[in-house]
């Protein structure tokens, strides 16, 4: 991959109802580009539509991918990846730090009827993860719009070091940050 391409990461913080969620355009070799923030609900089906909010809002062609931290950000607000795809027109990941047996019984446990339902509506039609060693560490991966060798290249392409791909890193401290920084205000 040439350093220069680019990948959105996105992550976000919360401490009350309202999640901050952090954009960071990051170069292959590490330059960050540009930074947008925006908000979802905590516990809302929201999270998708404000992902693709990110990246209207920055108006950036030369943006490749998008990669989001976890499927499910801001307690259960499930992304839908094939929808995210749709939306922003390039390949659109999920990148998770922990193996699990998934979320459907964690739905199950805290949500009830329609509020569940949807959830797992959404959650269900999502890829399945791949797990994927990167730097000697493992990641789990969802990828829409590539395949599985361009997903590992990807992955690995944005992960100078260590097991966590640079445009998350950078889009948690700045989720971090700014979540800091709106509530604290």
């Known amino acids: 991959m040439k350093s220069g391409a680019r990948a959105l990461g996105v992550a976000e913080s919360y401490r009350d109802e309202t999640s901050t969620l952090a954009g ?7 330059v960050v580009d540009d930074l947008v923030f925006s908000t979802c609900a905590v516990g809302g089906s929201d999270a998708t539509d404000a992902i693709a909010g990110l990246v209207a809002t920055l108006d950036r062609p030369d943006v490749g991918y998008v990669l989001v931290a976890g499927i499910a950000p801001a307690w259960f607000n499930v992304v839908d990846l094939h929808a995210l795809h749709a939306a922003v027109d390039r390949p659109a990941l999920s990148v998770s730090f922990e193996d699990s ?3 459907g019984a964690a739905i199950h446990r805290e949500f009830e009827g329609d509020a569940r339902d949807a959830r797992l509506a959404v959650y269900e039609r999502q890829p399945a993860r791949r797990e ?8 789990w991966v969802r990828a829409v719009g590539v395949d599985d060798g361009e997903t590992a290249e990807v992955v690995r392409a944005f992960t100078p ?7 998350l890193r950078v889009a948690r401290l700045a989720a971090r940050a700014a979540d800091r920084f709106r509530t604290d205000s």
């Open 24 to 30: 960071a355009v990051v170069r292959a070799d590490r």
């Open 101 to 103: 047996p998934g979320l």
């Open 132 to 139: 994927l060693t990167v730097n000697d560490e493992q990641v």
């Open 161 to 167: 070091e260590g097991g966590r791909p640079e445009p």
